[in-house]
């Protein structure tokens, strides 16, 4: 290396750079000549110049000639290659002027030249010029996996000569070396004989060789590849312009490009930012260290100074910063001058660069992260739409503490970052929940939230988008994402709409077998609304089972404290215990009632028939003739799942005589099977049937099967329809659908079903469900079909199914009618539902319950305004009046009484007596037949105390998309605007249901996947997977034969209210036990209670009670009752009702339709006769007012013969009084223009 020394000091500095030497070079034997004032280090056994002379010039030369003449020789080519082409040019000209001139010559001789000059072309030389250019860019290029390996290999290369350069700028800037001794020369030789050949590569594939000569890659090659060459022919070395090799970190993103390392455009900047940056800084370094140890030549090299790399490179970071602190500076002229223009690009650039770089680092996602899996420890994927308010209302079910310990971890991903309030909820929660920045559209993203590792993903779909079905798409495309990423990935999805759930049928990898489920929220909300048609207030208990709710105790006597002892419990599983083994299901239902304090409404059978392949079903509440197997799994109300634990460790013989559940714990005790076989046969015996064997009820459930119905699973024959039923059955005619689950009848023209006012006026309608919808053209399809669907379920009987009348826009009940043409009694009067003559003209005031809908739910951005149609809607039919109100039959407080109730009279069983009470499943229908049955007793009828019947006397359940907008509908209840949804009062009297109580099935579906089944098989009235898609094939319900298959799907249970008034429960009914209830129902009628609707005021006992009533889930067995409540209960399938109505009239279908119903007036024993002659006054004069309004203009709509059923039904002697009442309902039958079909007879 150089240096630069003067008088005595050339000694030493000879010295101290000898000491620098590498470890071939003797520092004992290092000599020092001086010439000059110019020395070099150099030893006797490296063959240099003894004279110390310099030879950087050699070095430089090297590069220079190869760069200019390389140059030359390009530009040379391009010279010649242009005069000969001009030359070619003016050569054809001549020819061309030469063919004007001589014409036949050029005929003659023309085409044999040309020939001639084609055959000239060397044509193989060419193809072979053209093969190797191909080639060679084939090698160079990054398309292909050689070309990759070969461009990350140059940079590698590069990287490493780069690394010798560093370690050689320790040493003298030129000194001797051996090649043959020297290890980092010898590696250096390497590289460059590398980049040599790569050099030829790239020069062979470039199409324009000038520009390639010019580039910086090769300016590069020029300046570091022949000084290499040079130091092995002279024995000597020159750092020189070695550092060049920086700037191939300018390729450094290519690279990574190249290994698929960065993918956005935001990394790929970055890099790009800080690789010119390095670079550029790198290589000034090593100028300036080479000019400051060098000297100027001019100067002689006297003024140089001793610099090390790495100050340089402090140096020029200073200098770029315009810090300068000046304890290293230029002292040559050519290091000032290069520090003068750098200081301009320099700055510029670091003004310019540095920002951006801390921007883009500053801008990197926040969550943009890899989730790192707990070894066991399961976790989800959440996504879809994640707001504030989903991820509260997911987080607080799913994470509840009544839950056993989920130990379950929640990632959250979604492609917008949270807002400030989002992300403190999941500060809130940082134990459990995590979020991460992407779209589940990117299989990317998928691997970071590890996808094929979760243990499901949950889709969420915003409730209150403007386009459902646009919502739907979206969340479909993710299904379909997360299915061709990991297909057996478990995924549970939001559907807005019903029919969008086909969609989810053609993803090959969509499988309910892997816990794949759809929650329609569409489907859900109608069928909790229409379940409340038939029994009121159960929308609001079914919404409660499947929300986790805290307790909240009340000290007070107030209907609070009794609704919120019953929001607690939820629905929970657990597999039974083998005590239970070879106990029927009421048996154990009691046991686990009485002795557990638990509440089993259903389980997971599986069935022992060959057919069926031991698939398991849920079946809800079946007959006795289902025994428990081993490893049954039961579905529980209770209040937190330790409690259900104790239907898993009950043993009979360590609990037996325990009286306090809450010490039944785990035993270790073994019992044999001789021992339990003993303990089943003594717990039958204890707990005998009171039906007898042949007229025991039985329900085969539902399926949990896509692909299968539900099947009776009777053994006795005589209980089978096909015995009587069948024989008389016409099976050409089709009254079912094709799978037997609902009522159908021929497709129906929408022109047919129209009312106009006055017809409706005209019709006394009167026992039937009005649909209040608020939709235009425009408006998002409500799915109307969900809502029929349940009101027309098979397992009612044709007399007992409600007629429908929609009020609404036409335009879009047209929409909605090609999902409605093949449902019975379904009529429309085109109107307004905020028109008061419009429902005066439907019989408002006679409906047994008025739904408000509304489609034009997310037209309006301000969410108080968004349920503005279906508040007005209900205050207005609140505050209307009804002059000619009825007096109300409280027979039975709006119940049914169970068939076969009375049996004092031997024509009243409950198989062959004729007049009988109808199996009716809801509170509006009233017992007429049966109450006229029994001699000597009249019938209790009482009037309101105001003259005027009030609309807030009508049951009405309202459609709310807002919560906090349940605050108007009641004006005189004291909710706080504040208060949660379920705490409020409309909702606990199950007169208001929102859709986001919707929100809780996405847990109790993860942590369950029968749970799904088991809402879906109550509230929608038996809809099956196999009915889906036959939906999805045609979209309207294909009729079907009756035939013992499908009339075998009839047989299931029903929700039903149970009157305490009147009946075989009116002694419970005051003062008595709830569990003593639930025991004799049960027992006698294979009844299974759930809960109480009882009159909020019933507590008071003051004569001016409200009319509201509330719901009370799954009271406790001492829980006192009164006689007004109304118990929900699950049913069996009544055969026998069918048979009656051969011998009955269309007068017992008005008996049960027509009257109205009231659940508002407690009727004290001792003014039954008072109550009873005002009433009859009330009612005689609201008889001839209609027979009046009617007069000649009444007319049967019915496509019935005259004479097809007796008109007149004989039974025992009443009085004058009585047969008037059953006239009167008889009058107001059969005029109702919805009913145009024939009566079915099963």
Not at 382 to 401: Q, R
Not at 803 to 822: A, M, Q
């Amino acid at each position: 290396m150089l240096v630069v020394a003067d008088g005595n000091g050339s000694y030493g500095s000879s010295s101290r750079m000898s000491s620098n030497i590498n470890l071939n070079k003797n520092k004992d034997s290092s000599v020092s000549i001086s010439k000059m004032d110019l020395i070099i280090p150099f030893s006797p056994e490296v063959p240099c110049d003894n004279n110390g002379q310099r030879m950087w010039w050699a070095f430089l030369a090297s590069s220079m000639v190869t760069f200019f003449g390389g140059l030359f020789i390009i530009l040379l080519w391009r010279t010649l290659k242009y005069l000969w082409t001009v030359c070619c040019h003016c050569n054809i000209k001549n020819k061309e002027a030469q063919k004007v001139n001589n014409p036949m010559n050029s005929q003659a001789d023309g085409p044999t030249k040309n020939q001639n000059d084609k055959e000239d072309v060397p044509v193989s030389e060419v193809g072979w010029m053209t093969s190797v250019k191909d080639w060679a860019g084939v090698m160079i290029s990054a398309q292909t996996l050689t070309g990759r390996v070969l461009v990350v290999l140059v940079f590698a290369l590069s990287i490493g000569a780069l690394g010798i350069y560093f370690i050689d700028s320790s040493d003298p800037i030129e000194s001797c070396q051996n090649f043959y001794k020297d290890f980092t020369l010898q590696i250096d030789m390497a590289f460059n004989v590398f980049f040599l050949l790569y050099f030829g590569l790239r020069f062979i594939a470039a199409n324009d060789k000038l520009w390639f000569w010019l580039e910086v890659n090769s300016v590069v090659d020029f300046f570091t590849v022949p000084p290499v060459f040079v130091s092995v022919y002279l024995n000597r070395s020159w750092l020189g312009l070695r550092f060049l090799r920086a700037l191939r970190l300018i390729q450094f993103s290519e690279i990574l490009q190249f290994l698929n390392i960065l993918k956005t455009s935001n990394s790929i900047k970055l890099v790009n930012l800080c690789s010119i940056f390095i670079s550029t800084w790198l290589t000034a370094a090593g100028f300036i260290h080479l000019v400051e140890n060098s000297g100027d030549p001019w100067e002689n090299f006297q003024n140089s100074q001793p610099l090390s790399y790495w100050e340089c490179v402090y140096l020029l970071m200073v200098t770029m910063s315009t810090v300068g602190y000046g304890d290293v500076y230029a002292r040559t002229t050519l290091g000032r001058l290069f520090m003068v223009f750098f200081i301009l690009g320099g700055l510029a650039m670091f003004a310019s660069y540095v920002p951006e770089i801390i921007e883009l680092i500053g801008n990197r996602k926040k969550y943009g992260g890899s989730y790192s899996a707990v070894n066991g420890r399961k976790h989800i994927v959440v996504c879809g739409h994640i707001t504030l308010e989903s991820v509260s209302n997911f987080l607080k079910d799913f994470l509840h503490k009544d839950r056993d310990d989920v130990n379950v971890e929640i990632v959250f991903l979604h492609n917008i970052s949270p807002n400030l309030e989002l992300e403190a909820l999941f500060k809130r929660h940082f134990t459990q929940v995590e979020f991460y920045q992407g779209s589940v559209l990117n299989p990317h993203d998928l691997a970071r939230v590890k996808i094929e590792s979760a243990d499901a993903c949950l889709i969420l779909a915003n409730k209150y988008c403007a386009d459902p079905d646009a919502e739907d798409a979206s969340n479909i495309m993710r299904v379909i994402s997360i299915k061709n990423y990991h297909p057996k990935i478990r995924i549970i999805t939001q559907m807005l709409q019903y029919h969008n759930k086909a969609h989810l049928l053609n993803i090959p990898s969509w499988n309910w077998k892997e816990g794949d489920d759809a929650i329609c929220l569409a489907e859900l909300k109608a069928g909790f609304i229409a379940q409340s048609c038939l029994a009121q207030g159960l929308s609001t208990m079914l919404a409660n089972l499947f929300s986790m709710r805290s307790y909240i105790k009340i000290e007070e006597d107030t209907w609070q404290k009794y609704y919120l002892e019953g929001v607690a419990n939820e629905m929970y599983t657990e597999y039974l215990s083998s005590a239970f083994v070879g106990l029927s299901f009421p048996t154990v239902c009691e046991l686990c009632y009485v002795k557990l304090k638990l509440l089993l409404i259903a389980i997971e059978y599986k069935s022992e028939q060959r057919e069926s392949r031991s698939r398991k079903r849920i079946l809800i509440n079946p007959g006795n003739h289902v025994k428990m197997q081993e490893g049954t799994l039961g579905f529980f109300i209770a209040s937190d799942a330790k409690e259900v634990k104790r239907a898993f460790f009950y043993c009979k013989a360590c609990h037996d005589d325990i009286t306090d559940p809450k010490r039944i714990k785990k035993c270790g005790c073994k019992r044999t099977k001789y021992k339990f076989n003993g303990y089943v046969r003594s717990l039958e015996d204890e707990h005998p049937s009171t039906l007898s064997p042949k007229k025991k009820q039985r329900n085969g459930g539902m399926r949990n099967s896509p692909n299968c119905s539900p099947k009776m699973t009777r053994h006795d024959p005589l209980l089978i329809p096909g015995n009587e039923q069948i024989e008389n059955m016409d099976t050409s005619v089709k009254r079912y659908d094709s799978t037997g689950m609902f009522h159908w009848c021929p497709s129906n023209d929408i022109e047919k079903a129209i009312l106009t006012r006055s017809e409706a006026s005209m019709t006394v309608l009167s026992g039937h469900v009005v649909v209040c919808i608020f939709g235009d053209v425009t408006s998002a399809l409500v799915g109307l079909r969900n809502l029929v669907m349940p009101l027309r379920a098979s397992n009612f009987h044709y007399h007992e199914l409600k007629p429908i009348v929609f009020v609404g826009s036409l335009d879009y009940l047209k929409r909605e009618w090609e999902t409605l043409h093949n449902f019975p009694k379904v009529s429309i009067l085109p109107g307004t539902p905020l028109s008061r003559a419009d429902l005066r003209a439907v019989n408002i005031n006679l409906c047994d319950m008025c739904v408000i809908l509304s489609a034009n739910q997310s037209n309006i951005d301000d969410a108080s305004l968004q349920d503005k149609e279906c508040i007005l809607a209900t205050l207005n039919i609140k505050s209307m009046q009804f002059d000619d109100s009825i007096g109300i039959l409280q027979a039975n407080s709006q119940g049914f009484t169970p068939p076969g109730m009375d049996r004092s009279s031997p024509d009243n069983s409950p198989v062959h007596g004729l007049v009988r009470q109808t199996s009716i499943t809801t509170g509006s229908n009233i017992p007429i037949i049966t109450e006229l049955a029994k001699p000597g007793k009249l019938l209790p009828l009482v009037s309101f105390s105001q003259e005027k019947n009030s609309g807030n006397n009508i049951q009405m359940i309202t459609e709310l998309v807002n919560d906090s907008n349940v605050q108007f509908l009641d004006q005189d209840d004291d909710d706080d605007p504040d208060t949660e949804l379920y705490l409020t009062q409309p909702f606990a009297c199950g007169t208001a249901f929102a859709i986001s109580v919707l929100d809780s099935l996405m847990s109790a579906t993860y942590f369950n996947d029968n749970i799904l089944t088991l809402i879906r098989t109550l509230v929608t009235g038996g809809a099956t997977p196999e009915l889906e898609g036959l939906l999805a094939e045609e979209n309207a319900l294909r009729g079907g034969y009756s035939t013992p298959q499908t009339l075998a799907n009839r047989d299931r249970c029903r929700v039903a209210q149970l009157a305490l008034y009147d009946g075989p429960f009116a002694d419970l009914g005051d003062g008595g036990c709830y569990g003593d209830l639930f025991c004799k129902a049960l027992k006698t009628y294979n009844m299974l209670c759930f809960g109480i609707y009882r009159l909020r005021d019933a507590h008071l006992s003051t004569p001016g009670q409200c009319t509201k009533r509330y719901v009370i889930t799954n009271p406790p067995y001492e829980f006192e009752l009164v006689p007004t409540d109304l118990i929900f209960c699950l049913m069996q399938f009544d055969h026998n009702a069918g048979q009656s109505r051969v011998s009955l009239s269309h007068s017992s279908h008005s008996s049960h339709s027509s009257s109205k119903k009231s659940s508002s007036v407690h009727i004290p024993a001792t003014n039954r006769q008072n109550r009873s002659s005002k009433a009859r006054e009330a009612r005689d004069k609201q008889n001839a007012t209609r027979m009046n309004r009617m007069g000649p203009e009444k007319r049967w709509f019915t496509d019935e013969a005259e004479n097809a059923y007796p008109r007149n039904i004989q039974i025992k002697p009443m009085s004058t009084h009585m047969a008037n009442q059953v006239n009167q309902y008889k009058s107001t039958s059969s005029l109702i223009p919805p009913i145009r079909e024939v009566e079915d007879e099963c």
